[in-house]
């Protein structure tokens, strides 16, 4: 499993391994996502239109593709936070992974840890003999200051 660690070199090998190459465009990504402060989570669109605020000149298809290509890798987590966008984070040791709570009606998203998800994941992929990647629990609800407009 990829760790927040993972650095240019250690993707550089395993591309070449796999018969890819680390292109300057995938080397900044992987660095823009370890600088990004912890518990953001980016859509294709955001990461593209950050890149080029910062004067990094990346298409927005080669943008998809190297986020398809680093969540196939584990380098990075691919969420679904109930919009229509995907959600892109890096991926971290397994004692960091989190899950979202998000609210229906605003968007808001809490990042929480609960061990017992980790584990009871671990068991059924031990037990059907998967080799576990991820295991991330979205629970969709409505937040208390949503449900104060909708009762006012």
């Known amino acids: 499993m990829a ?8 993707l550089r090998a395993e591309l070449n391994g796999k018969g890819g190459r680390l292109t300057p465009q995938r080397e900044k990504i992987l660095t823009f996502f370890q600088e990004l402060p912890g518990g953001e989570h980016l859509s294709a669109e955001a990461l593209h239109t950050m890149l080029h605020e910062q004067e990094i000149n990346v298409s927005i298809s080669t943008v998809y593709r190297t986020l398809k290509l680093m969540t196939q890798m584990g380098i990075l987590r ?14 971290g040791p397994r004692t960091t992974h989190h899950h979202h709570l998000i609210c229906t009606k605003c968007g808001t998203v809490i990042e929480f840890k609960h061990d017992s998800i980790l584990t009871i994941g671990s068991k059924i992929t031990d037990k059907e003999g998967f080799q ?3 295991c991330q629990l979205s629970v969709h609800g409505v937040c208390a200051p949503c ?3 909708i009762t006012s």
């Not at 760790?3 to 250690?10: E, F, G, M, R, V």
């Not at 691919?78 to 991926?91: F, I, M």
């Open 3 to 10: 760790t927040s660690s993972y650095n240019p070199n250690a």
């Open 132 to 134: 576990l990647l991820d």
């Open 78 to 91: 691919e969420l679904d936070l109930g919009d229509d966008y995907k959600y892109y984070e890096l991926n």
């Open 147 to 149: 449900q104060r407009s």
